[in-house]
């Protein structure tokens, strides 16, 4: 059996050999990486999040037989998608497995249409690439707008997260806690003026800001129902320190909201700590 070690080395040299070919292959004009590699953030498991541009009248061959491109890089398990690029305009997507399993999500798109992000890794370019531009601020009242749905969108499934964790339905209460998450980065990047990802065209991953990350909860090897309420009980806390600045925006703060979860909190937290688990489906909020 590989280790990490040798599984992440292995797969690091079957994307170098695909690069070296494309380089090669007249019908690349540029390459890049995007996702983790892309900010820097990516370690022995990371997929390759791959973008490609190629001569504007290849683009159709590949988007009717992707195959001999795919084969590039070796042997084909398994290939899902073909969906519009969310990366590439113009361009297609498509998730590639390879034996080890390594995986590459394809992006590829004509190069005349073709943006590279900013948090990107360039693997090579045979004619310039425009980097995306940073789109504009939002205007007072889109802005004000979009905080009063986030704000209203986290009060109201808070509660639900906490019932989920005090019943002791961890899954249901992690996925819960996804939606706080995004939720609750929407309203700080309102709160600080800060640039929506709703706001690029394409997915320019955007990495998050140092300040953004630096109390935002993660969750430990082990999630039980005192994980969920702990990780739950800090997107609440974190959020209600931003109501002042939301208000400063012109959005109606439910200030009742922070007491009444933290009530709730406590209840599930007794539950928790008696060890009671609640049977059923998880369909129930």
């Known amino acids: 059996?590989?280790?990490?070690?040798?599984?992440?080395?292995?797969?690091?040299?079957?994307?170098?050999?695909?690069?070296?070919?494309?380089?090669?292959?007249?019908?690349?004009?540029?390459?890049?990486?995007?996702?983790?590699?892309?900010?820097?953030?990516?370690?022995?498991?990371?997929?390759?999040?791959?973008?490609?541009a190629v001569r504007d009248g290849e683009m159709e061959a590949i988007r009717s037989d992707p195959m001999p491109l795919f084969a590039l890089a070796g042997e084909v398990l398994l290939v899902q998608?073909?969906?519009p690029s969310d990366t590439i305009p113009d361009g297609r997507f498509w998730l590639v497995v390879y034996p080890g399993p390594v995986h590459i999500d394809w992006n590829v798109g004509p190069a005349s249409a073709a943006v590279r992000p900013r948090a990107s890794r360039l693997l090579f370019e045979k004619q310039p690439i425009p980097?995306?531009?940073?789109?504009?601020a939002l205007p007072a009242e889109e802005a004000r707008e979009h905080a009063r749905?986030?704000?209203?969108?986290?009060?109201?499934?808070?509660?639900?997260?906490?019932?989920?964790?005090?019943?002791g339905w961890t899954r249901r209460a992690v996925?819960?806690?996804s939606l706080l998450s995004q939720a609750r980065e929407q309203l700080w990047r309102l709160a600080h003026g800060r640039t929506l990802r709703s706001q690029d065209a394409f997915?320019?991953?955007?990495?998050?800001?140092?300040?953004?990350?630096?109390?935002?909860?993660?969750?430990?090897?082990?999630i039980d129902g005192a994980e969920?309420?702990?990780?739950?009980?800090?997107?609440?806390?974190?959020?209600?320190?931003?109501?002042?600045a939301l208000g400063a925006l012109g959005v109606e703060v439910p200030h009742r909201m922070p007491a009444e979860v933290r009530a709730l909190l406590e209840?599930?937290?007794?539950?928790v700590a008696g060890g009671v688990i609640r049977q059923g489906t998880g369909s129930r909020r």
């Open 149 to 167: 749905k986030a704000l209203e969108f986290f009060w109201a499934m808070a509660p639900i997260a906490v019932k989920y964790a005090g019943r």
């Open 267 to 271: 209840i599930a937290d007794a539950e």
């Open 228 to 244: 969920a309420l702990r990780v739950i009980r800090e997107h609440c806390d974190a959020v209600e320190t931003l109501h002042r």
């Open 81 to 83: 998608a073909n969906f």
């Open 203 to 222: 997915d320019q991953n955007r990495p998050p800001e140092p300040e953004l990350l630096a109390d935002w909860p993660q969750f430990g090897h082990a």
């Open 131 to 136: 980097i995306a531009a940073n789109p504009p």
């Open 1 to 52: 059996m590989p280790t990490l070690l040798e599984y992440s080395a292995a797969r690091d040299r079957m994307f170098a050999a695909l690069v070296e070919r494309l380089e090669a292959d007249e019908r690349g004009v540029a390459a890049w990486l995007s996702g983790a590699h892309g900010r820097g953030e990516d370690d022995e498991w990371s997929d390759f999040d791959f973008c490609l």
């Open 175 to 177: 996925q819960q806690e």
